[in-house]
């Protein structure tokens, strides 16, 4: 069933008795795979012969844009099966992407129960626990035996996704504690669950942000988390198959953030030329007008280019490295903020190392640009003076790249500014200036012009 | 437990009976982190309480510089506790990471079957599934009963980490199916595994890269995933929480490669001035001098610029700019491959793609700068000529930095070279050099000189 022809002649043919048998042997994955890649009047001939459930796992895994043209070209009927089977999270995912127009649609076609759960979703801060959260796990009280959990289990099972860990609540709907079937499965039957259940519990709440969520998992080893709400009630769980997209995501964000562009999280592919300007243009056109500014330096020293005119072959090697070195101690220490490694208070530490590695760094590229200066232009005072005037900015450059490197990304973290924003970009067009100023400065006093 | 200080005065006061039952009430994750925080001394007398199933697990969680510490001040005794306890995959990452006298000590004091088994882990190639696996998961044959699989959870569970998914083998432990504990709670007592197992598997073997392994993961929701040899045979399975690892380690390797640097994955502030500064100055030098080269064109315009002097103002504008957009477009690109969203074959759509994009964003760019260049030098035929020289430039320089960061991470990937090092460092290189040549190329035409 891998072979897209196949399926295609399959669907052209109407063969959807042999279609439905062996769509459903794939994995939900793989149909959704399938799918995107079908023109949307075959892509719906496809999911109308799906079984219900198994339609909506296949629905979860499609991009946004593929699930709205289905939901354009679906019945009531076939729309009101779609978002009842949804676990709520994917609803709630699902939801959040459409237009207004589609999703009250949709909305409108649920039952009321189903509604409200997903606009009570729908309120929780963007990337926040809340919206992450499923509102299906497992409950048990203290006082059942491990027998009644495992009857418990049994009953409600089929129609939850995780029942490995069970979570324990009073008649407050508190959480006391949690059971794993683990733990179940190696005690007595006739045992109280009060006193297996493990009362050490790491909980994060409905507001609390995912990158903060997968943190915990990432430290705890967990496989889900209870999630409390402002009074710490139980409300619902995240799953660990939720946190790797999170880490994903997060990633993704601040790859772009560094790049200077403005975070979507839409396949590059999937958006359209238009989308792609708008992410990128705001922040070019900030650090243009910037880069204008550093230019408007150079102008001030327009006697001095004149009169020696071999001072500019030395601008962009001083301005690449300046912007490279920036580039790589900006990411060394916005990663560590991400990762949980490095924290403000670190501020000291860091720019004592950064000061050093530069002096290292910036000493080995000195010497090299030394040399290479005096092989270029022969040995006299000149290319002597010359080569000191070069070497002496890019150590400077080097040092300060690295410096302001290190602590903009923990400044912005202190500012409750996101630290990626103060990557490469940034940092090359703050280094530049001052690397030019001091390039012409030492350039004026050595060689008097 | 979580204050320090209290930690600390137990220790200088020797209380241990109380520090073994404070602590074991900890997650051992958070005992881990104080064992970081104490010196080498205090670290030894906390580890030494612990019970040796916990200490083995906090040890798994210590930074592998804290493990060399304990282990040197450790007994042989104790040495053999630690070794013995640890969970294979865990054992293995440690071992790995000590140099080689401390990790032959180690293996000397393991009994044979454990220094057999880790180093047979040893040889499966660096970052492979092999690396990542586990050996201990739970077993099942076709013809047993769900009692009967029950009572083998029950018998071999409490010494194995993951039992929810069990695995189903011939007597030539080949794969035949999984069951998991789920399917077994939902099913009769008396249903035989073969009937209930799930036929439709997702394999990895032992030598697929960790990155192709996530992958798998993330797009099935997977908590296991079995791992066979090269005779198809089942060896071991790989869980969700090494997964995430995973996916943190290869984002960190891609950010710092991306910022040209070695990649290293030792926390920032674990990492000493000359391990750092390794990691930077070889790009840096190769980078530094492709500069050179770009300078060396500025040479070869020596008279232009003795001529017109305010040309040099550009440089920066021309050279940042180019540099960042360069960046944008191969940020999207190398993302985009890292998440397989991407793939060489779509090399024609992305190159049409970057040029409209660069078109919108560079023709924008270029209006912005026509403007600035008439309003601040005023609005002579002169002005006009260079304002006209700057924007079609700029304008170039976009769409090539656009195209050149699109294509050049597709072409490494063909390569089999790692997407990563086609980022911002080496692209605003390329960039700067042909920006400038046609800078001066249509300054020289236009304006004369």
Redesign the interface.
Known sequence: MNNHDELEKLIDEKQFQLLRSGVT???S?DVAAMIEKLSAEKAVLLFRVLPKDYAAEVFADLYSDTQKSLIERLSDAEIFDVIEELFLDDAVDFIEEMPATIANKVLNRATKETRERINRFLKYPENSAGTKMTVEYINLKKDMTVAEA?DR??NV??TIET??TCYVTDSMRMLKGVVT??DL??SNLEQVIGDIMDT?L?ITHTDTDQEEV?RL???????NIPVTDSENRLVGIIT??D???V??EE??E???I????TPSDK???KTN??R??KN??T???F??V???I???I??TF?EA??AV??L??????L???G???G??S???????IA?D??KPR?II?IIW?ET??GL??GG??SG??FL?IWLTYGSNTDVFRVAFVVSSTLLFTVILANVVGGILPLIAKKCKIDPAVMA??LI??VV?ASS?LVFFTIAKILLKI
């Open positions: 042997e794939v994995n994955a495992f289990i049994r099972g089929s029942i490995y079937v683990k499965l190696l050490n790491i997968a998992f990432e430290k705890y080893d967990l496989l660990v198959d946190v790797i997209d880490v994903q990633a993704t601040d790859f772009q560094m790049a200077a562009m396949p590059y592919l030329v238009a792609l300007a990128r243009i922040w070019l056109i650090l243009m910037a880069a204008m550093t230019g408007g150079l102008e327009e280019i004149a005119p071999l500019v072959v030395f601008i962009p090697m301005m690449d490295t912007g490279n070195s580039a790589q900006s990411t060394m220490i916005i990663r560590g990762l490694e490095i670190d530490k190392k050093r590695v290292l760094v080995i590229l090299i640009n290479r490469a970009p090359t067009t530049d030019l």
